[in-house]
């Protein structure tokens, strides 16, 4: 059974930064493995915001994250972070972890019904 645990979520003022994490049990990435960040403000549809194939390279971001946004797999920890600078505060809202096993092309943000997901941590962020 998977198990994903967010934490690192808060409130921070415009132009600052937060890092995510989330701690992963129970899934062994291979070649089809993809882990993911998603978000939901209220009163609008979850998004992806990014997303990665732990065995390699590949990456794929939300246009409106881009550059400010990075997302990263640490093996050893078995954690998924996500490195959010110059926040806006319309990246405020509930983010999600998840986790499946995708064939290529599927891992992708728009992808949003992902088959693992963690409970959500808050992300607030003033003006």
């Known amino acids: 059974q998977v198990l994903l645990v967010e934490s690192g979520g808060g409130s921070v003022q415009a132009g600052g930064s937060l890092r995510l994490s989330c701690s992963v049990s129970?899934?062994?990435?291979?070649?089809?493995?993809?882990m993911g960040w998603f978000r939901q403000a209220p009163g609008k549809q979850r998004e992806g915001v990014a997303v990665?194939?732990?065995?390699?390279?590949?990456?794929n971001y939300g246009d409106s994250v881009k550059g400010r946004f990075t997302i990263s797999f640490d093996n050893a920890m078995n954690t998924v972070y996500l490195q959010m600078n110059s926040l806006k505060p319309e990246d405020t809202g509930m983010y999600y972890c998840?986790?499946?096993?995708?064939?290529?092309?599927?891992?992708?943000?728009?992808?949003?019904?992902?088959?693992?997901w963690g409970q959500g941590t808050q992300v607030t962020v003033s003006s």
């Open positions: 998840a986790t499946d096993f995708l064939p290529l092309g599927r891992c992708s943000v728009a992808t949003t019904t992902m088959r693992d």
């Open positions: 990665m194939r732990p065995v390699s390279s590949y990456t």
């Open positions: 129970g899934y062994t990435p291979n070649s089809g493995a993809c």
